[in-house]
C-alpha cells in the first residue's frame, strides 16, 4: 500500500543485538491531520464574523453616522451575531451526537407532526429567502409513526427542506414527500429543481465543513455542518440517507426509516 505510513524504531536488544519495532500509523496520522482540518476550519469559521463584527463597531464608534446608517449597521452586526450563535449551535449538536453512542430512546413518534413543523419552517424560509419564494409541496401517504428522538428527526427533516430551498433559485419547486415502502420501511424524501450536484461531490458532502459553493452557503446561513448532522442523526436511528442528483436537473435527498408503525386513519392525507 504506497498510502501507508510506517513508525520504525530501534531498541538495544540482548548484548550489542538491536530490536527493530515497526508500527503502522496511518489511521492515527490520518485522524490527527483530520482534528487539525476541523480546528483550523471552525477557528475561520469563527473569525470571519467576528472580523466582521469588529469592523462595524470601529465604524459607529468613529463615524459620525445618522440614523438610518446606523440602524443599518446594527442589522448587519445582529446577522453576523445570527450566523456565530448558528454555528456554534451546529458545532454543539454535532458534538453531542458524535459523543454518544447509545441509541436513541424508542419513543414512537407521529410523522404528521414532523411534517407539518417541516412545513411551517419552510413557508418561512422560502419568504426570506425572496419574495416570489417556492412552489412547495408537502405530501404524506400514510399516516404512520417512526421510533425515535423527535427533536433529532425534526432537526434531520428540516435541515433537508431548508438545503433544497437554500439551494434552489427562487420560483424553483421543492417537493416533499413520506411513503411507506413496500416492504414496510418509511421514506421521508425531499426533491428540489436546483443546480444539481456533480457525481464527485455527493460521497463528500456529508463531511464536516464540505460545500461546493461555500459563498451560496454563507450567503443563505449555512454552517457547513448540516449534512453531517443529518448523517449522525440518520445513524443514530438505523436509517438510511440517499442522495441522488443531476447538475442542471435538481436532487433529491432520501431518509429511509427502518421502524415504522401505522395509524388507524385514512391511506392518503395531505398535511395540513
Ligand atoms: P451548508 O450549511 O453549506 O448548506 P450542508 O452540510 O447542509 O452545509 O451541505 C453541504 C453542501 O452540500 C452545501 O454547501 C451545498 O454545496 C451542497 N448541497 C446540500 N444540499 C443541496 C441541494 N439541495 N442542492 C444543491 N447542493 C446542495
Same mark, same amino acid.
Given at each position: 500500500n504506497q498510502h501507508c505510513?510506517?513508525?520504525?524504531?530501534?531498541?538495544?536488544?540482548?548484548?550489542?543485538?538491536?530490536?527493530?519495532?515497526?508500527?503502522?500509523?496511518?489511521?492515527?496520522?490520518?485522524?490527527?491531520?483530520?482534528?487539525?482540518?476541523?480546528? $483550523?476550519? &471552525? %477557528?475561520? /469559521?469563527?473569525?470571519?464574523?467576528?472580523?466582521? !463584527?469588529?469592523?462595524?463597531?470601529?465604524t459607529l464608534q468613529n463615524l459620525p453616522l445618522d440614523a438610518d446608517e446606523r440602524a443599518r449597521y446594527l442589522h448587519l452586526m445582529s446577522q453576523q451575531s445570527h450566523r456565530m450563535e448558528t454555528l456554534v449551535n451546529d458545532l454543539l449538536t454535532l458534538s453531542r451526537l458524535e459523543g454518544s453512542s447509545a441509541p436513541p430512546p424508542n419513543r414512537w413518534i407521529r410523522v404528521r407532526a414532523l411534517l407539518a413543523q417541516c412545513?411551517?419552517?419552510?413557508?418561512?424560509?422560502?419568504?426570506?429567502?425572496?419574495?416570489?419564494?417556492?412552489?412547495?409541496?408537502?405530501?404524506?401517504?400514510?399516516?404512520?409513526?417512526? $421510533?425515535? &428522538? %423527535?427533536? /433529532?428527526?425534526?432537526?434531520?427533516?428540516?435541515? !433537508?427542506?431548508?438545503?433544497?430551498?437554500?439551494y434552489t433559485p427562487p420560483g424553483g419547486e421543492v417537493t416533499v414527500l413520506w411513503r411507506l415502502l413496500p416492504d414496510g420501511r418509511g421514506e421521508f424524501s425531499v426533491r428540489d429543481t436546483g443546480p444539481g450536484i456533480a457525481a464527485e461531490h455527493i460521497p463528500r458532502l456529508t463531511e464536516r465543513f464540505y460545500r461546493i459553493d461555500r459563498s451560496r452557503s454563507r450567503e443563505t446561513g449555512g454552517t457547513g455542518l448540516g449534512l453531517a448532522i443529518v448523517k449522525h442523526i440518520a445513524q443514530r436511528h438505523g436509517a438510511e440517507l440517499r442522495i441522488e442528483s443531476k447538475v442542471g436537473e435538481g436532487s433529491r435527498f432520501t431518509l429511509v426509516f427502518p421502524v415504522t408503525r401505522l395509524r388507524r386513519t385514512p391511506a392518503v392525507s395531505a398535511v395540513a
Open positions: 505510513r510506517l513508525s520504525i524504531q530501534v531498541h538495544p536488544y540482548a548484548g550489542n543485538r538491536r530490536m527493530l519495532l515497526t508500527r503502522d500509523v496511518t489511521s492515527l496520522e490520518q485522524a490527527e491531520a483530520m482534528r487539525r482540518d476541523f480546528v $483550523a476550519n &471552525v %477557528s475561520h /469559521e469563527i473569525r470571519t464574523p467576528l472580523t466582521v !463584527l469588529a469592523g462595524f463597531v470601529e412545513e411551517d419552517e419552510a413557508r418561512g424560509l422560502s419568504s426570506r429567502l425572496s419574495q416570489q419564494g417556492h412552489r412547495l409541496s408537502f405530501t404524506m401517504e400514510a399516516d404512520t409513526e417512526i $421510533a425515535g &428522538v %423527535s427533536t /433529532e428527526l425534526q432537526s434531520a427533516m428540516s435541515n !433537508l427542506v431548508s438545503n433544497a430551498l437554500r
